[in-house]
């Protein structure tokens, strides 16, 4: 059907946003052309409290009419429809339906629509996700593809806000990514394969209508069979409606208008194979559906299996048709909590509980081993279950290892794989619902051989076992659980040949698979109306009754007592011999026999019937159609014979005895044919029984043999078994040493003082830690999914900001040391400081970033504060230089003119009296002490300022003028002077000479009496290790340690850190005089060449200074 046939027929566009979504619905709209034939109905996501103007704002963006909606509203093609403020819209036949919004409630209202319209409108349904955060839309996009729609998001980097597109994306149910202007060309082009292909529209539900349609069911059964090819699945039985809307599907996602186009494009296109194998899946499943099965399930069920358990015999559930593992999870989930929940009561579970979880798809299987899981799948998880069995990790939650332990998932296929046995109970949820009944009946034929004899069968709320009541009885109607039925169970292994696959199928033409039917009835029924309808039988390969036809009363007799669906068992006994004979015959041939004239008794009269025995060779499992034919009386010819002895034959009775003699001729050479038959199989069975003994006797030999390379295997296989407990040991020690470091990590995060996010590569948070919460006052809930720049009232929606993290993941740069000034919710400016990198994780395709957010407003006042105080500071001390230099300029004019005029007062020899001229002399002494006192002030205020530059020089120099300096005083004393070659050094050769001159000076003047006074200049490389011991040094350099040491008087070695403080003496005596400068002056000096100074000395013993200097001097 076409659309253009039934205005009816027209795909809907359902279309979501929520910020920024206005700017993408303009674009989108604007691309729209008038007559595009579909209708669009566009909802956003905002608060109920918000006032929405959007008909009024996209009425001037499009010369499409624009609508709000109102309660029933009509959908016609070529109208756009805007969900009114504060409302719930769901979608009827070809109508919106108006519902209130609650106030208190977290509700989706993109998802509600968009699962609505998937199931009111099937594949005409079209699903657009527009800029917007969370992740509404996600799951009603999801929906919308399982019923055979279509699904669009937005391009995330051209959204303005990327959470919501992003979403539908991760989760993997998304058909196109576009921006938001180029959607509704590629929709015009869906359209376009709707409405001139061969895609349905609508789908019967009888399948008899549907194999009606020749033109179309050769493509179609081609394109399974490639399927069956190529992913070793048989989906001919699966329900039509559902193949084709899959089909059709993928056809309007590739622009493929005939069904052959497709199937030519499936074989040079192993990609296009795989995606449609992956739709034709099927992957709708989510946590704890239908809450009143597990209600049931932990109320009654489970407890009573784990009634009385031994400890050694495990509870096993199978979970057929698992998906993504929603529903094996919350089966584990409910019965750890019918054991008592995770704890201490529940320490080894794996001994108690093993989970089977299986799935044709390998990616969903996949997903579901990894058990990670966002949080909108987890919707139905109380928040109890959710702290109990989850851990929080990147932004999403993983199913905890003591549960996944617990389950095994495998890619397995239950209607054609062998079962897991011995099975408690067995899950297979919407999964019937898409089988025709052969498989329906197949599947339950395994789950009984699978399951306990007291086991439970699981299966969907619109499900049931059908007409298997033999198998199984209602445990409880309304949560379809059932129970399996005793008897013997029986595993159906599919009866047909085994299919190659092909890595790339490149011919044209493929070979059909011989099934071409849905069922065996259907096959029968073809034969059955070319013969006329003859009573008939179909058996199985077991040679079980599956359907009877006609009257079979004359053939067949049902006796007293249990039921009985053996042929042999229900043939009456003159049939039965033949029937097993013609049986065998058509089993080994895989053709039709015939056996003719066969004689038999029936209500007190004799007849006789010819046995058809056709092969049903188009389907899955072998079935034999048996026809009981022309039905006629068997008068005996003796008694005729009895009857007309005193007569004379008639020609009537002569011609009846002649045919009644040719039919027993026939009969006894058809019986002389069967046992010549047996005869001859039966010597070709003992000449190969007679071979095979003679092979036996050789096999034995070799078992023999091999039996002894088995026990040696054995032994090899020991040894393997105990280097692999090893192995596990250590795997399991690992295990325990990563947790516990991920425990530690844990620990680590959570006391870090500094506040930190982890953001996605859209800027949604998927982590922060304890200290932002506390830091900025916000819970979990707040920003959990969300994006950075929407968080607290959009406070860091800075430009600055943005640009700078949009650099981390592209250009892989590093945010350092940022600082930037926000306001806050309370509009105050704060300054932060930001640092950034890029997170790279080598199991995923994404990085993340780690953003660390620190207020240092507080630290920016102090440090402002500061700057200010050494400003002023600064200011100060240049005052008091300057004061210093004119005070010592104004002091020593005086000064000398005190020494001067004492001088001339002496020199003149007017004074003779004695004590007047010893008050001169210590006039002149202390004007002299007075002079080296301000010059000393003036030399160390020079070298706290210094400006000099640093310069390479030779201390061998400088320690040579320095002596020629004293050469008096060594000369006056007899000093015994030593001194080494020194090396160059970088430095102020002023200081340096300061420095030596106040160090060699004070040796030469703290000598003892009667003591000939040494000294010794030496140098040496300081030790690189010792560097430690000294704040002022730095590893990464190389000093050189200059010592100056004496003989003389020394000091008590508690004074060493006061001798080099300004104006310090420790002695006061007029033959050591001093102003008590020098050696800070000293240790002024050593700090600006960054170096350090330590001494050696005892009372009396001498003294060492130790002066580290470093040999070139950092840049400046």
Same mark, same amino acid.
């Given at each position: 059907?076409?659309?253009?046939?039934?205005?009816?027929?027209?795909?809907?566009?359902?279309?979501?946003?929520?910020?920024?979504?206005?700017?993408?619905?303009?674009?989108?709209? =604007?691309?729209?052309?008038?007559?595009?034939?579909?209708?669009?109905?566009?909802?956003?996501?905002?608060?109920?409290?918000?006032?929405?103007?959007? %008909?009024?704002?996209?009425?001037?963006?499009?010369?499409?009419?624009?609508?709000?909606?109102?309660?029933?509203?009509?959908?016609?093609?070529?109208?756009?429809?805007?969900?009114?403020?504060?409302?719930?819209?769901?979608?009827?036949?070809?109508?919106?339906? #108006?519902?209130?919004?609650?106030?208190?409630?977290?509700?989706?209202?993109?998802?509600?629509?968009?699962?609505?319209?998937?199931?009111?409108?099937?594949?005409?349904?079209?699903?657009?996700?527009?800029?917007?955060?969370?992740?509404?839309?996600?799951? =009603?996009?999801?929906?919308?593809?399982?019923?055979?729609?279509?699904?669009?998001?937005? *391009?995330?980097?051209?959204?303005?806000?990327?959470?919501?597109?992003?979403?539908?994306?991760?989760?993997?149910?998304?058909?196109?990514?576009?921006?938001?202007?180029?959607? %509704?060309?590629?929709?015009?082009?869906?359209?376009?394969?709707?409405?001139?292909?061969? =895609?349905?529209?609508?789908?019967?539900?009888?399948?008899?209508?549907?194999?009606?349609?020749?033109?179309?069911?050769?493509?179609?059964?081609?394109?399974?069979?490639?399927?069956?090819?190529?992913?070793?699945?048989?989906?001919?039985?699966?329900?039509?409606?559902?193949?084709?809307?899959?089909?059709?599907?993928? +056809?309007?996602?590739?622009?493929?208008?005939?069904?052959?186009?497709? &199937?030519?494009?499936?074989?040079?296109?192993?990609?296009?194979?795989?995606?449609?194998?992956?739709?034709?899946?099927?992957?709708?499943?989510?946590?704890?559906?239908?809450?009143?099965?597990?209600?049931?399930?932990?109320?009654?069920?489970?407890?009573?299996?784990?009634?009385?358990?031994?400890?050694?015999?495990?509870?096993?559930?199978?979970?057929?048709?698992?998906?993504?593992?929603?529903?094996?999870?919350?089966?584990?989930?409910?019965?750890?909590?019918?054991?008592?929940?995770?704890?201490? =009561?529940?320490?080894?579970?794996?001994?108690?509980?093993?989970?089977?979880?299986?799935?044709?798809?390998?990616?969903?299987?996949?997903?579901?081993?990894?058990?990670?899981?966002?949080?909108?799948?987890?919707?139905?998880?109380?928040?109890?279950?959710?702290?109990?069995?989850?851990?929080?990790?990147?932004?999403?939650?993983?199913?905890?290892?003591?549960?996944? *332990?617990?389950?095994?998932?495998?890619?397995?296929?239950?209607?054609?794989?062998?079962?897991?046995?011995?099975?408690?109970?067995?899950?297979?949820?919407?999964?019937?619902?898409?089988?025709?009944?052969?498989?329906?009946?197949?599947?339950?034929?395994?789950?009984?051989?699978?399951?306990?004899?007291?086991?439970?069968?699981?299966?969907?709320?619109?499900?049931?076992?059908?007409?298997?009541?033999?198998?199984?009885?209602?445990?409880?109607?309304?949560?379809?659980?059932?129970?399996?039925?005793?008897?013997?169970?029986?595993?159906?292994?599919?009866?047909?040949?085994? /299919?190659?696959?092909?890595?790339?199928?490149?011919?044209?033409?493929?070979?059909?698979?011989?099934?071409?039917?849905?069922?065996?009835?259907?096959?029968?029924?073809?034969? &059955?109306?070319?013969?006329?309808?003859?009573?008939? /039988?179909?058996?199985?390969?077991?040679?079980?009754? /599956?359907?009877?036809?006609?009257?079979?009363?004359?053939?067949?007799?049902?006796?007293?007592?249990?039921?009985? $669906?053996?042929?042999?068992?229900?043939?009456?006994?003159?049939?039965?011999?033949?029937?097993?004979?013609?049986?065998?015959?058509?089993?080994?041939?895989?053709?039709?026999?015939?056996?003719?004239?066969?004689?038999?008794?029936?209500?007190?009269?004799?007849?006789?019937?010819?046995?058809?025995?056709?092969? &049903?060779?188009?389907?899955?499992?072998?079935?034999?159609?048996?026809?009981?034919?022309?039905?006629?009386?068997?008068?005996?010819?003796?008694?005729?014979?009895?009857?007309?002895?005193?007569?004379?034959?008639?020609?009537?009775?002569?011609?009846?005895? @002649?045919?009644?003699?040719?039919?027993?001729?026939?009969?006894?050479? @058809?019986?002389?044919?069967?046992?010549?038959?047996?005869?001859?199989?039966?010597?070709?069975?003992?000449?190969?029984?007679?071979?095979?003994?003679?092979? #036996? #006797?050789?096999?034995?030999?070799?078992?023999?043999? !091999?039996?002894?390379?088995?026990?040696?295997?054995?032994?090899?296989?020991?040894?393997?078994?105990?280097?692999?407990?090893?192995?596990?040991?250590?795997?399991?020690?690992?295990?325990?040493?990563?947790?516990?470091?991920?425990?530690?990590? *844990?620990? /680590?995060?959570?006391?870090?003082?500094?506040?930190?996010?982890?953001?996605?590569?859209?800027?949604?948070?998927?982590?922060?830690?304890?200290?932002?919460?506390? $830091?900025?006052?916000?819970?979990?809930?707040?920003?959990?999914?969300?994006?950075?720049?929407?968080?607290?009232?959009?406070?860091?929606?800075?430009?600055?900001?943005?640009?700078?993290?949009?650099?981390?993941?592209?250009?892989?740069?590093?945010?350092?040391?940022?600082?930037?000034?926000?306001?806050?919710?309370?509009?105050?400016?704060?300054?932060?400081?930001?640092?950034?990198?890029?997170?790279?994780?080598?199991?995923?395709?994404?990085?993340?970033?780690? !953003?660390?957010?620190?207020?240092?407003?507080?630290?920016?006042?102090?440090?402002?504060? !500061?700057?200010?105080?050494?400003?002023?500071?600064?200011?100060?001390?240049?005052?008091?230089?300057?004061?210093?230099?004119?005070?010592?300029?104004?002091?020593?004019?005086?000064?000398?003119?005190?020494?001067?005029?004492?001088?001339?007062?002496?020199?003149?020899?007017?004074?003779?009296?004695?004590?007047?001229?010893?008050?001169?002399?210590?006039?002149?002494?202390?004007?002299?002490?007075?002079?080296?006192?301000?010059?000393?002030?003036?030399?160390?205020?020079?070298?706290?300022?210094?400006?000099?530059?640093?310069?390479?020089?030779?201390?061998?120099?400088?320690?040579?003028?320095?002596?020629?300096?004293?050469?008096?005083?060594?000369?006056?004393?007899?000093?015994?002077?030593?001194?080494?070659?020194?090396?160059?050094?970088?430095?102020?050769?002023?200081?340096?000479? @300061?420095?030596? $001159?106040? !160090?060699?000076?004070?040796?030469?003047?703290?000598?003892?009496?009667?003591?000939?006074?040494?000294?010794?200049?030496?140098?040496?490389?300081?030790?690189?290790?010792?560097?430690?011991?000294?704040?002022?040094?730095?590893?990464?350099?190389?000093?050189?340690?200059?010592?100056?040491?004496?003989?003389?008087?020394?000091?008590?070695?508690?004074? @060493?850190?006061?001798?080099? +403080?300004?104006?310090?003496?420790?002695?006061?005596?007029?033959?050591?005089?001093?102003?008590?400068?020098?050696?800070?002056?000293?240790?002024?000096?050593?700090?600006?060449?960054?170096?350090?100074?330590?001494?050696?000395?005892?009372?009396?013993?001498?003294?060492?200074? $130790?002066?580290?200097?470093?040999?070139?001097?950092?840049?400046?």
């Amino acid at each position: 059907m076409t659309i253009a046939a039934s205005s009816k027929n027209f795909p809907i566009v359902g279309i979501g946003a929520s910020a920024g979504g206005i700017d993408s619905f303009k674009k989108f709209l =604007g691309a729209v052309p008038e007559k595009s034939g579909m209708a669009f109905i566009l909802v956003q996501h905002l608060s109920p409290t918000h006032e929405s103007i959007l %008909p009024e704002i996209l009425s001037h963006a499009t010369k499409i009419p624009v609508h709000e909606i109102t309660d029933d509203c009509k959908i016609e093609p070529n109208h756009i429809y805007v969900i009114p403020e504060n409302k719930m819209l769901k979608v009827t036949d070809h109508s919106l339906k #108006l519902l209130p919004r609650e106030q208190d409630t977290h509700q989706m209202p993109i998802d509600v629509f968009f699962t609505s319209l998937a199931q009111v409108h099937k594949a005409l349904a079209i699903g657009v996700v527009l800029s917007g955060t969370a992740r509404d839309g996600t799951v =009603g996009l999801r929906n919308i593809q399982e019923q055979g729609g279509i699904a669009f998001a937005e *391009d995330p980097d051209r959204a303005a806000w990327p959470g919501m597109p992003q979403s539908a994306i991760d989760a993997g149910v998304v058909d196109f990514v576009l921006p938001a202007e180029e959607i %509704p060309a590629k929709l015009q082009e869906v359209l376009f394969s709707y409405a001139n292909g061969n =895609g349905a529209t609508e789908y019967e539900e009888d399948v008899d209508n549907l194999d009606k349609t020749p033109s179309h069911q050769s493509a179609i059964k081609k394109i399974l069979s490639l399927i069956l090819r190529n992913n070793g699945v048989d989906f001919n039985y699966y329900k039509k409606p559902t193949i084709l809307r899959r089909i059709d599907r993928r +056809m309007a996602i590739n622009q493929m208008a005939k069904y052959e186009d497709y &199937l030519d494009f499936l074989r040079e296109n192993r990609v296009e194979q795989e995606a449609l194998f992956q739709d034709l899946l099927i992957k709708v499943t989510s946590f704890f559906r239908d809450a009143e099965v597990f209600d049931e399930l932990c109320d009654t069920v489970f407890p009573k299996l784990l009634e009385n358990r031994a400890s050694d015999d495990p509870i096993r559930i199978w979970v057929a048709g698992c998906a993504t593992g929603e529903e094996v999870y919350s089966l584990a989930i409910c019965l750890f909590e019918a054991m008592g929940g995770i704890g201490e =009561g529940v320490e080894h579970p794996r001994a108690k509980i093993q989970l089977f979880a299986t799935d044709l798809s390998e990616i969903a299987i996949k997903k579901a081993r990894a058990g990670v899981f966002r949080t909108s799948e987890l919707e139905a998880v109380s928040e109890s279950q959710l702290n109990s069995y989850f851990t929080k990790t990147d932004g999403s939650y993983r199913v905890k290892k003591v549960v996944r *332990d617990t389950i095994v998932f495998a890619v397995h296929n239950f209607l054609k794989d062998p079962p897991f046995s011995k099975v408690d109970l067995i899950s297979c949820r919407n999964v019937f619902i898409y089988l025709d009944p052969f498989l329906q009946k197949k599947a339950l034929t395994t789950f009984h051989y699978a399951l306990n004899e007291n086991g439970h069968l699981l299966l969907g709320i619109s499900e049931t076992p059908g007409k298997e009541t033999d198998l199984f009885a209602p445990f409880s109607k309304k949560t379809k659980l059932f129970s399996r039925k005793q008897g013997t169970g029986r595993f159906l292994q599919t009866a047909q040949n085994p /299919v190659k696959r092909e890595k790339v199928p490149n011919e044209k033409k493929t070979a059909l698979p011989a099934n071409t039917r849905t069922d065996f009835k259907k096959s029968a029924e073809s034969v &059955l109306i070319s013969k006329y309808s003859p009573a008939s /039988v179909i058996v199985d390969e077991h040679l079980a009754v /599956v359907n009877i036809d006609g009257d079979v009363a004359p053939f067949l007799i049902h006796t007293s007592g249990k039921p009985s $669906h053996d042929l042999l068992k229900l043939a009456r006994k003159e049939l039965a011999f033949e029937l097993r004979n013609a049986l065998y015959k058509a089993k080994a041939s895989k053709e039709t026999v015939i056996k003719e004239s066969i004689p038999f008794s029936y209500n007190g009269q004799q007849y006789a019937t010819t046995l058809e025995i056709v092969p &049903l060779t188009d389907i899955v499992e072998p079935h034999y159609l048996i026809l009981f034919q022309n039905k006629s009386p068997n008068t005996s010819v003796f008694e005729t014979l009895g009857k007309k002895l005193k007569s004379t034959f008639s020609s009537s009775e002569k011609n009846q005895l @002649q045919q009644r003699n040719t039919a027993l001729e026939r009969e006894l050479e @058809q019986v002389r044919e069967d046992v010549r038959d047996i005869t001859e199989e039966q010597e070709a069975h003992n000449e190969e029984l007679q071979s095979a003994n003679e092979e #036996l #006797l050789s096999s034995n030999e070799e078992m023999q043999s !091999l039996n002894e390379e088995l026990e040696t295997s054995k032994e090899e296989v020991q040894s393997t078994n105990e280097e692999l407990i090893v192995v596990n040991r250590e795997l399991i020690e690992k295990q325990d040493e990563l947790n516990d470091t991920l425990d530690f990590l *844990d620990a /680590v995060i959570a006391t870090v003082r500094e506040p930190f996010l982890v953001l996605e590569n859209d800027f949604r948070v998927n982590k922060a830690n304890t200290s932002f919460f506390q $830091h900025f006052g916000v819970g979990e809930s707040e920003i959990d999914g969300k994006s950075f720049f929407e968080i607290q009232n959009q406070q860091w929606n800075d430009g600055r900001l943005r640009d700078l993290l949009e650099k981390v993941l592209p250009q892989h740069k590093w945010i350092a040391e940022e600082e930037i000034m926000l306001k806050n919710d309370s509009e105050e400016n704060r300054i932060f400081l930001f640092n950034a990198r890029e997170i790279i994780r080598k199991k995923e395709d994404r990085a993340l970033i780690l !953003l660390s957010i620190e207020d240092i407003t507080s630290k920016k006042k102090i440090e402002n504060d !500061l700057k200010t105080s050494v400003s002023e500071l600064r200011k100060t001390n240049e005052q008091l230089d300057r004061y210093v230099h004119l005070a010592s300029h104004d002091l020593q004019e005086p000064l000398r003119k005190i020494m001067i005029f004492s001088d001339r007062l002496m020199g003149r020899g007017h004074i003779t009296d004695e004590v007047d001229k010893t008050i001169i002399d210590k006039i002149e002494n202390a004007a002299q002490r007075m002079s080296g006192l301000v010059k000393g002030l003036l030399d160390y205020s020079r070298v706290a300022h210094h400006g000099d530059l640093f310069e390479p020089i030779d201390l061998n120099m400088i320690v040579d003028d320095i002596l020629s300096d004293f050469e008096l005083l060594i000369e006056e004393k007899g000093t015994k002077v030593t001194v080494e070659k020194m090396s160059e050094i970088e430095a102020i050769p002023l200081q340096i000479g @300061q420095l030596l $001159h106040n !160090l060699i000076g004070n040796a030469l003047k703290f000598s003892k009496k009667d003591v000939v006074p040494e000294v010794r200049i030496t140098s040496r490389p300081f030790a690189q290790g010792k560097t430690g011991d000294f704040p002022s040094l730095s590893s990464s350099r190389s000093y050189i340690e200059l010592i100056v040491s004496d003989n003389g008087i020394g000091f008590n070695p508690k004074y @060493q850190e006061q001798i080099f +403080m300004i104006f310090q003496r420790l002695r006061q005596s007029r033959e050591h005089k001093g102003s008590g400068i020098g050696l800070s002056l000293v240790k002024k000096i050593i700090e600006n060449h960054k170096g350090a100074v330590y001494t050696v000395s005892e009372e009396g013993q001498g003294a060492e200074f $130790h002066v580290i200097l470093p040999l070139v001097q950092p840049e400046r």
